[in-house]
């Protein structure tokens, strides 16, 4: 039996050590895309020269990615902040409340569908270590796996640096081509191949139809950025 399901379900890895960074590559690299062709969709609606639109791009990557790292590498860091002062004063309550955190294991081991003498076996086991018992309340209580803590630092480097690279497609027509319009046209292009890419890459995690994925990711940028190039054609007329 165990053969044919091994043959017929091969065994798939989990995505490994990159799993708790996944959010920051994603919306690093598509705030990247989406965020910097929004904006030159915009200046370019409110008629900017070529290199004022260069300028405002460069400006705003810069500045993106500057915000996306900062910005990430504070909220991992205050978070994992947190999960240490609370770790922490679990320990405390191990220590001088220990009946209180065996009653609590008793509950949290009876939500997960342990019961009878088996869950009585499995508080006799954790219970009978103060070490075990605080591994054990760590992920049941907190959702804390050492391995799985978030480095603030390379949150930061996955947000900062893939948002630049999101950000180049939108960038670089704008150095070769002095038609803003034109120069529009190819950012959008490769900006739209780099929206469906990601959203085509999202799926290989989440185990959906790729297709779908990036085209869903490349229709909701789209409207954006339709709408940021009417928005700077109306300033355009008003102003």
Known sequence: MDEVASTEHPYEPHLGDSRQY???MIL????????IF???AGVVGGQLASRQVLLTAIAGAVAGAISMATGEWLATKSQEEVFDREIALEREHIK??????????WEMLGNIGLEGEPLAAAVEQIGSSDERLMQSMKVLEFGVL??????PWKAAWFSGVLFLTGALPS???FVFITDTFIALIWA???SGFGLFAVGAAKSMATKTNPWRSGAENLGVSLLGAVLSFWVGRAYDATF
């Open 96 to 105: 001088y409340h220990r009946d209180s955190e065996i009653e609590q294991l």
């Open 188 to 190: 959008g292009v490769l």
């Open 171 to 173: 960038v670089v027509p």
């Open 38 to 40: 929004l904006l030159v």
């Open 22 to 24: 996944w959010r920051d």
């Open 146 to 151: 050492d391995e799985e803590r978030r480095s």
């Open 28 to 35: 690093g690299v598509n705030d990247g895309l989406v965020s």
